[in-house]
């Protein structure tokens, strides 16, 4: 983060999609030196999240989250299933009605939320994998976030 940033000052907050058990998100506040402040987690393994982080809101599944009611973040992360982008796998892709399609969910996210930092944990797969990802009612490429994803180093 550059020294001007307005977030100077203050943990990054980071938000958590498809948590698991918190592996992820313990390298990126390691890393960062943010502080997760909500997930997402339908799994068993939920209960060894919320042990490590007791009391923060849990959003359930994923594929009922209404975005705009929840606490922006600086940095949102993620691991979706990977069985279908694997090499190994079926290579259904990212397309909707597959386990792997839950990106589409992930993307929806960080459409409403604009976080600065996206942080997607997948298999090598996911890098070569076909997808489809419908465009939301009404969304048009101005609605998108204006800015660059690359940083300008140039003084």
Not at 48 to 58: K, L, Q
Not at 100 to 116: K, N, R, T, V
């Amino acid at each position: 983060m550059r020294d001007d940033h307005p977030l100077r000052g203050r943990p990054l907050h980071v938000g958590s999609l498809s948590s698991g058990y918190g592996g992820l998100d313990l390298a990126v506040e390691y890393a960062t030196g943010g502080e997760t402040i909500w997930f997402s987690e339908t799994n068993t393994s939920i209960r060894v999240f919320a042990h490590h982080w007791p009391g923060f809101p849990d959003l359930g599944d994923i594929t009922s989250v209404e975005w705009a009611t929840v606490l922006p973040v600086d940095v949102l992360i993620g691991g979706f299933p990977c069985q279908d982008v694997s090499t190994v796998g079926k290579g259904a892709g990212l397309a909707p009605g597959t386990r792997s399609g839950l990106w589409s969910h992930m993307a929806a996210a960080i459409d409403a939320l604009q976080p600065e930092l996206v942080v997607i944990e997948n298999v090598r797969g996911l890098l070569s994998a076909p997808a489809v990802r419908p465009t939301p009612e009404g969304a048009t490429p101005d609605a998108r976030n204006p800015d660059d994803a690359t940083i300008d180093f140039t003084p």
